[in-house]
């Protein structure tokens, strides 16, 4: 009795001994995650080295590896890891404008048990200390800007709203500034006109949109000389505004008095059709208010649409026609465009319109 006890007892350690090392290829980490702790945004890329041992009984092959974002790049043992053998996958991470907590992954896939693995690291990045070039990030010729680019917004039509840009002259020569090509609506002037070395300044901007005379989304350029010379191409800042008018003021019988437009459809979809062929499509609208309702402007968002309103007052109760035309020339793929109408309707004073569908071109349907 107590031999077999015995032989039953090797029978079953033997038994164990076998399952405890996995029949096939099987990964089993080191550490999966790790921790960078804080780094410093200009320090450069950091790298740690996630390693692995095969537990199993046959070659283990990593097959792919896919970071979780392109901030990190990986390496990792490119040949069969041999059973009872080591390898690794390593993982460099960027942090140049990453500030902040990170956490990253990166999936590793294998023939062995199991398939897929994911690794994790996190940082804390520390950023740099600005620089001057960092907080006036523009330059037009030898001046820096802290933007090129004037976004005034919501501007109503007899408004006048005012904006600025900070500059500064980092060289060691006087810079006086000038401006040319300055559209009627628009007054701008340097503050001081001439920016001694290292010296901070301002452009100053004055946008009156009751001379301007439109409305919707609008971009002026304006050309800077500076010391008397100018770059056409380079040396130019933009000023941007919304023009909208101004239903704040009405009473809410004038609203109830206002005009109201309605579209049967704002969406047409031409389906598709063959590079260089042309659509046309016709969206009809109704004036369902109690007034006058008045097409102010139709615009586009490409040369490629073409818009014809059949009439620009219509009167409470008759309907119109918006005449659309899109030219499918030097265009492929898909296709999304879109048509801002611009009205007196104090509810919807823009409605957006779209044209869309599928470009096939002819000489890759020809390849095929």
Partial sequence: MKKYFITLMMVAVGML??????IGPSISWDEPTYNFGDIKE?????????SFTNTGSEPLVITNVRPSCG??????????????????VSASFNPLRRIGKNSKSITVTTNGTPPTSTLRFTANVLAK??????????TLGDLRLKTNHLALMKVTTNEVKEGE??????????????????????????????LKPQEKGKILVKYDASKKKDYGFLMDRISVAINGNTNKNANRISVSATIEEDFSKLTPEQRANAPKIVFDSKIFDFETIKQGESVDHVFALK??????????KTKASCGCT???????????GESAELKVRFNSAGKRNKQNKSITVITNDPAESQVVLRVKGMVNDPDMENKK
């Fill in 17 to 22: 001994t076998t399952t405890a090392q996995q």
């Fill in 42 to 50: 200009d320090g450069g890329k950091v790298t740690h080295k996630f």
């Fill in 71 to 88: 901030c990190t790049s990986s390496d990792y043992t490119k040949e069969p890891v041999a059973a009872g053998a080591k390898g690794y």
């Fill in 129 to 138: 200390p600005k620089t001057v070039e960092d907080d006036y990030p523009r």
């Fill in 165 to 194: 840009i900070e500059v500064i002259n980092l060289k060691e020569n006087n810079l006086s500034l000038e401006f040319r090509n300055v559209p009627a609506h628009i007054s701008i002037k340097a503050v001081p006109e001439t």
């Fill in 287 to 296: 004036n369902e208010g109690k007034s006058d309702l008045i097409i102010r």
């Fill in 306 to 316: 073409v818009v014809s309103p059949s009439k620009e007052v219509i009167k409470p």
